[in-house]
């Protein structure tokens, strides 16, 4: 397709959203990009649908066919809304979780769809405020749930949003799930077909005890307590990025034991800007500049971070000469997994059946670690999803130790299907005291 002809689908498919019935703020940035004389905006926010892949959503908020806003959400929890209610149609009530990061737009988005949710007869637990990712997986499989979603760009650039689509184990979909849904997300052929009213009586606001739920599950992953007691004053500090993981993190340090937590306060603050960083990604050096600062000012022995939706860790500790360096994710997957197969078997509790799982992507040494110790382990494509598979596949016969990928992500324990950077920080800590 040439420029003109590209620019005269955009524009023809841009006239359209200021006759349909969307908002009057939406109208008027769709008019702002139609009247602006370069129009390479308004050919990338039209020149194709937001495609809800397996993955779900993800894309730059504004308004247009290809960007996250409240219509394109919604035709996505409109399908998966359609979809449920054909595959559950047997149960007497359908439910749902709704969770949400720290991003612009998330809690819009979250309360969003769960009026749309309601409003097709479907029962909705919302978080009553940001949460991590690894805590929907939690409520879905605590409350009994049929499905659940995330709003979240994990560690995209701060002018991205997404939806996360998760199952009945509290794993993102997969097949035949995912390309099911998909199918019915691309049937809404016109905002008109979203039931944007919703029920109130159907909308239950979850919070405290739902958290105090998942630190309980999480403090149970401990195998050192006698260590965190002989080194509970033990220096650590910890960033949430201005994401989730304050929610979270800091109580779960607590309750494990540790008394000497310290916060990097600029980044405290719950922020969609993320004002103190270029990227809120864990993965990147610069994402720890003012945690790893913040250690030496302190004299702390370890830095740990988190992402915006706290699923995935990073960390930072003291080399030989005393100055700090960051563990990247196949040194930490390492690190968890024989910390775990040293105390289980210290402990006696290994019995045979035991098993982790790394990504295709991950060091090989995680394999060398395991086959020395008998504990079965298995590759994974990339992505969480399947380790949670393999984790459902396995969970009548063997029992799951531990499993991660060289992108910083880690789980250990089976209460929640998808990587967990609060239970990765209690561990973390864990590791430290005991070393």
């Known amino acids: 397709m040439n420029e003109e002809a590209l620019l005269h689908k955009v524009t023809e498919k841009a006239q359209k959203w200021l006759a349909g019935n969307y908002n009057e703020e939406t109208k ?102 940001l949460r991590p990712t690894p805590e929907v997986s939690f409520a879905i499989r605590k409350l009994g749930c049929q499905s659940g979603i995330m709003i979240t760009a994990s560690h995209n650039p701060k002018e991205y949003n997404g939806y996360k689509a998760y199952w009945d184990d509290g794993a993102q979909v997969l097949a035949p799930h995912d390309k099911n849904i998909i199918a019915e997300v691309n049937r809404i052929k016109s905002i008109d077909d979203i039931k944007f009213e919703g029920n109130p009586d159907l909308i239950k606001i979850i919070g405290k005890d739902m958290d105090k739920a998942f630190i309980d599950e999480v403090l149970k992953l401990s195998l050192s307590p006698e260590a965190i007691k002989r080194q509970h004053d033990l220096k650590i500090v910890y960033t949430p990025i201005h994401g989730a993981g304050i929610m979270l993190v800091p109580a779960a340090l607590k309750a494990a034991g540790f008394t000497n937590v310290i916060n990097v306060p600029e980044q405290d603050v719950i ?20 945690a790893v600062k913040r250690a030496i000012e302190t004299d702390a022995e370890i830095v740990m971070a988190t992402d915006p939706d706290a699923d995935r860790i990073g960390t930072a500790v003291r080399n030989n000469d005393g100055e700090f360096v ?98 990765a920080c209690m561990l973390f800590a864990e590791m430290a005291a005991w070393a």
């Open 28 to 129: 008027k940035e769709v008019e702002q990009m139609l009247n602006n004389e370069d129009k390479s905006l308004l050919i990338d926010a039209f020149y194709r649908e937001l495609e809800f892949g397996t993955g779900g959503l993800r894309g730059i908020m504004g308004a247009g066919s290809n960007r996250m806003n409240i219509y394109t959400v919604g035709s996505a929890t409109q399908g998966l809304s359609n979809y449920l209610l054909q595959e559950f149609a047997e149960l007497p009530e359908i439910k749902v979780v709704i969770g949400h990061d720290c991003r612009n737009n998330s809690r819009k988005f979250a309360e969003i769809s769960a009026n749309i949710f309601s409003a097709n007869g479907i029962k909705v637990y919302l978080f009553e405020d």
């Open 271 to 290: 922020s969609g800007e993320f004002p103190t960083v270029v990227s809120p990604n864990p993965e990147e050096p610069a994402a720890l500049e003012l």
């Open 326 to 423: 960051l563990v990247n994710g196949n040194q930490t997957m390492i690190l968890y997994l024989y910390y775990l197969i040293t105390r289980w078997k210290e402990l006696g509790k290994l019995t045979g059946k035991e098993y982790a799982v790394k990504t295709i992507v991950t060091t090989e040494l995680v394999s060398k670690i395991a086959a020395k110790n008998g504990v079965d382990l298995f590759d994974s494509y990339t992505g969480f999803k399947w380790i949670a598979d393999i984790i459902r596949k396995n969970e009548d016969t063997k029992i799951y130790l531990g499993g991660g990928e060289e992108s910083y992500g880690f789980l250990a324990g089976d209460f929640v299907r998808d990587k967990d950077s609060v239970s």
